[in-house]
């Protein structure tokens, strides 16, 4: 009984993983681990507010800011510039992808005629080929960096699928972001007493 209702939950916490739209894909922490880290800094200062720019950096500085600090804060880290043992940096870029689904297509079939007794009509054909093609992402890599060799020791890339790009909701950065960074940041080894 135990067993399954492991099992349950890893499949559920899979499903919600999946669900959420953006994909992160983290590194092996060895490196990180094996330096014994516990003060860090950022590697730059933040970006100016109130800029009325509409680049979306603007919006998404402050939060991975505020996030990642307290997410590294609740593994026992601590944000002190002066004995700083690691910097944290990151980009954001955005890129393409090819032939990737829509999340919001998620009944269109790219092969119309897998489906038995169904002819295959040219809306479906037009939508399998307007939703497989490229595709506008942002992606977002955070990395961790040696304060004294300036190596990389660890970083993660958060990528999603830019549905609406003539859409900004900063909004929606702020409610959603949090959670993200926490996930994508949740093998990071917690910080071991001296």
């Known amino acids: 009984m135990r067993i399954n209702t492991v099992l349950a939950s890893t499949l ?13 894909e983290p590194e092996g922490t ?34 991975m800011r505020r996030e990642v600090d307290a997410a590294l804060g609740a593994r026992g880290y601590v944000l002190d510039p002066q004995r700083a043992q690691f910097t944290v940096d990151y ?10 689904r829509s999340e919001m297509a998620s009944n269109v079939s790219h092969r119309p005629s897998v489906t ?3 002819q295959v009509d ?11 093609g490229v595709k506008e992402t942002n ?19 958060l990528s999603k699928i830019v549905e609406d790009a003539n859409r900004s909701d900063t909004g929606s ?9 926490e996930r994508a940041l949740e093998t990071i080894p917690p910080v071991t007493a001296p």
């Open 30 to 63: 060895e490196r990180f681990a094996a330096g014994s880290y516990q003060y860090y800094r950022w590697r730059t200062e933040p970006l100016p507010t109130g800029t009325g720019s509409s680049d979306p950096i603007y919006a998404i500085d402050p939060v």
């Open 12 to 24: 559920l916490s899979l499903a919600l993983a999946a669900c959420s739209g953006i994909e992160i």
């Open 122 to 132: 040219q809306a479906s054909v037009d939508n399998a080929i307007a939703l497989g």
């Open 116 to 118: 038995p007794n169904r």
């Open 91 to 100: 980009i954001f870029a955005p890129g393409m992808l090819q032939g990737e």
């Open 173 to 181: 950065i702020d409610r959603t972001l949090g959670k993200h960074i």
């Open 139 to 157: 992606n977002i890599v955070l990395q961790f960096n040696d304060g004294t060799t300036n190596k990389a020791v660890w970083q993660v890339t």
